[in-house]
């Protein structure tokens, strides 16, 4: 007998429902998690300016249908303290702190009919089955620049992953922030307006659009709640799930992705463009249907994008410098901003361009760049990102049935079904990992599909009396074929991209998400509980 049944990693999204509905089903659960509150992203990502680039009606989650009602959301897009006051509230509400265990680390699992998962402090628990909800985005990386880890800098060095609880002092300090991803992005205005200088040390430059952040305009909040049904149901039809734009929920036919962007003319395009430019978040992704596959497609919305930013940027060698030249739209996230181009119009805000002259070490008083220069600073911010979508499994010990790691299993590339089992790992369930739209579907909505498909997995082995469910090794070869079938027909291996693993040395190039589309995803994930099905051994 195991302690538990189901053991779930991590307390983000995806962890708090797995415990909310596996919990429901009648199966003893408990959550491990590493923080000491939950919120997962939102309880590490602390730093200023973080928040989310999906409007808040939208990255929520739709299970609790009176909260969806109940709950005032106060910004278009939600900061950070805001989504976190949100988890916070769906623990209290649901009673799920009783089965949280805070400030825990689980540093290993291991599988021998049953799985024994091992924290920091050396305390084990077993259970039948484990849920990983560590996040796709939760492996912080720091770029291998000598000095960085070395304690070597007299000052603070900060991640935006792991952002002090208590703050960083910025006032009357000279700030160097590395990395203009998405969170150098968000980070970057904010700092700006602190610091007594900021120094952004960018080797590419991503491509960003305005959020068009507001306070959230009362009766738009309450035209929404009064079709939430609608919007939910519009969401899983779309590829990305969210939908909203401009204030609506557009017509069906508007939703999703639309016609080729040469079906229409050049004027009709920039109409196109602008009124999503105006509109704000990612929208822009919904302009027209090819602008991921053509390249000819995608340097329409380069241009008018590069456009923008020329016309905000006054130095326009800074402009240049801010506008990619090496990669397309979209092949890289899109980032959404909120006063970041202007940040550089700003007397001491510097861009230094590191592509060429890169960051060689960090100095006691600050960094050295390759061309000799020595800069002072008192302060590092690194957004440098994550070893996204494995990182955060493979840094857990995990071995399977015969002793084997994942590690190992994952060596020459992922290896997963339906990103969201692995063979040879009975038992062990992935939310939003590697293999699975995780990436580029709405993390609430999407996890909690995961979770109740889990919750039927564990029904339907009951019903067939099987102790232990992992894919087959053909299984899953034929997911990794598909997943990185469909990335090679798309322009994702055009750029040098965290979302093809290119950020972190030694990590195997592959596409680490599901392009298929939720809809797509769904349906294969049903299927596999069919009686005739061959893709999962039940035993
Ligand atoms: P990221 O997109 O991986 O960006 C990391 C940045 O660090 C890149 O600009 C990278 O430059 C730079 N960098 C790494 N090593 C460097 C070095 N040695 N010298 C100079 N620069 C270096 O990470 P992120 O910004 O944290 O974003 C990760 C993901 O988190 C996003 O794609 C998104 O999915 C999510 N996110 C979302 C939001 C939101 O919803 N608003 C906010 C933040 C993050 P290169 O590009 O040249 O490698």
Redesign the pocket.
């Known amino acids: 007998m195991t302690d538990l049944d189901v053991a779930i990693v991590g307390a983000g999204f995806g962890g708090m429902y797995a415990l909310h509905h596996l919990r429901g089903r009648g199966l003893r659960c408990r959550v491990f998690e590493a923080g000491t509150g939950v919120g997962g992203t939102w309880y590490w990502n602390r730093y200023p300016g973080?928040?989310?680039?999906v409007e808040s009606l939208e990255y929520s989650y739709s299970f609790d249908t009176e909260l969806e009602q109940e709950w005032e959301w106060a910004e278009r897009y939600p900061a950070q303290p805001e989504v976190l006051r949100y988890l916070e509230n769906v623990a209290e509400r649901h009673d799920l702190l009783r089965d949280i265990q805070l400030d825990t680390h689980i540093v290993s699992m291991a599988y021998d009919g049953a799985w024994t998962l091992t924290d920091a402090r050396g305390e084990s628990v077993s259970a039948r089955y484990v849920v990983a909800a560590v996040g796709f985005?939760s492996a912080r990386h720091f770029?291998p620049?000598p000095g960085l880890r070395e304690g070597t800098f007299a000052g603070p060095i900060v991640h935006?992953g792991s952002w002090p609880k208590e703050g960083l002092e910025l006032a009357d300090r000279r700030v160097g922030l590395?990395?203009?991803?998405?969170?150098?992005v968000?980070v970057i205005p904010r700092v700006a307006e602190e610091a007594a200088s900021l120094r952004v040390?960018q080797?590419?430059p991503?491509w960003c659009v305005p959020l068009q952040n507001c306070p959230m305009p009362p009766d738009y909040q309450r035209r929404v709640k009064a079709d939430y049904p609608e919007l939910r149901r519009a969401e899983l039809e779309s590829f990305s799930g969210f939908v909203l734009t401009n204030f609506e929920l557009p017509p069906p036919g508007r939703r999703g992705r639309r016609e080729p962007a040469f079906d229409v003319d050049e004027a009709e395009r920039e109409r196109e463009y602008e009124f999503r430019w105006q509109a704000g978040g990612l929208c822009l992704y919904n302009s027209f249907g090819d602008l991921l596959v053509s390249e000819e497609a995608n340097r329409t919305l380069q241009d008018f994008v590069a456009r923008k930013v020329r016309s905000i940027v006054k130095d326009p060698e800074v402009a240049e410098l801010l506008i990619p030249k090496d990669h397309p739209i979209l092949s890289k996230?899109l980032c959404?901003e909120s006063g970041y181009y202007e940040a550089f119009n700003r007397e001491n805000v510097t861009l230094v361009n590191?592509r060429g002259d890169?960051?060689e070490a960090i100095t006691p008083t600050g960094l050295r760049v390759a061309s000799g220069a020595e800069h002072d600073l008192d302060a590092i911010i690194c957004?440098?990102?994550?070893d996204a979508a494995t990182g955060s499994l493979l840094r857990i010990d995990i071995r399977g049935r015969d002793g084997r790691t994942l590690r190992e299993h994952w060596a020459r590339g992922t290896r997963t079904h339906l990103g969201a089992m692995s063979h040879g790992f009975p038992n062990l369930f992935f939310l939003d990992g590697p293999q699975a739209p995780s990436?580029f579907f709405l993390p609430p909505i999407f996890t909690q599909y995961q979770a109740e498909w889990v919750g039927r997995v564990i029904e339907h082995m009951h019903e067939r009396g099987a102790r232990a469910v992992e894919p087959t090794a053909e299984a899953e070869e034929g997911w990794r074929r598909r997943v990185n079938g469909l990335a090679a027909r798309s322009l994702l291996p055009r750029a040098?991209n965290?979302l093809m693993g290119d950020?972190v040395a030694g990590k195997p190039r592959e596409c680490l998400y599901y392009l298929g589309g939720y809809a797509d995803y769904a349906q294969r994930c049903e299927q596999v509980m069919a009686p005739d099905q061959g893709e999962f051994v039940w035993a």
């Open positions: 973080a928040r989310v680039d985005l770029p620049i935006t590395i990395g203009t991803g998405a969170s150098g968000q040390y080797r590419s991503h996230r959404g590191v890169p960051i957004a440098t990102g994550y990436a040098r965290q950020n």
